[in-house]
């Protein structure tokens, strides 16, 4: 038996300073261990923590939160109050922060030079130059741009972009704040003095329609706003709004 006692014996066995070194550790061990819990923690305020972003009467509200959590007899729903009221007042706040820091944007903005803010472009007087500056827009869309400016006689509004062929919405969506549509430039056809051939060349009329308003127009006289053409059926309500900025009435 000692041929196996001898080996554990030298495994676990320690020297005079092993042993002394052993004991110093854990003494150290121990005194920490009480000290943490002899100790108490220090104990940080919301006063603290929220500093003076908060007004007086938000402050106070910080308080009830304090009393709620030291009080033992509170209850849990006015700690939770509590911490709602809280939570609006920090939210209120930055609300607050927000709009400042969004007028000081603005202001920086307008106070930028000239050629670094957006320039807005005229549909009606840009020529192919101009437009393919606009992104997404390339020599072929700015041409179909100009050609269908001319077949309608110039854009009332910038939605017709949209008409011409070719041009992707998510190109119109990137343009459309960068442009303008004057609609003092369009040119307008007198209803009641055109002729068949002049209505014809307006981009939005059918044959049909052309020929049912001249056929109006000689039944019953002048016609004296788009109201008479909706009204007798010889237009719908959506055709009389894309027309009606290139027709000139006796109102």
Known sequence: MNFVREPIKNWFGFTRRERRSTFILLLLVVLIIAIRYLVPDSQVSLRDITGNTLKAGELSEVSIIENSFSGTSSSLDSIKASRDTLHNASRNNYRGLSKVNSKRAANNFSKL??????????????????????????????????????????????????EVYGLPEETFNMIKDRVFADSTVVRRIDINSAGYK???????????EVTAILKY????????????????????????IKVRPYLKFDE
């Open 217 to 240: 127009r000689e039944l019953k006289g002048r016609i004296k706003s788009i109201d008479d053409l909706t009204d007798n059926k010889l237009i719908s309500m959506e055709k009389a």
């Open 113 to 162: 030079p000239a050629r670094h803010q957006k320039q807005m472009t005229d549909l009606n007087l840009s020529d192919s130059s101009e437009l393919i500056k606009l992104p997404g827009i390339g020599p072929v869309l700015s041409s179909r741009i100009i050609k269908y400016r001319h077949l309608l006689g110039g854009f009332a509004r910038i939605s017709q972009l949209k």
């Open 198 to 208: 002049e209505l014809s060349h307006l981009h939005y009329f059918e044959k049909y």
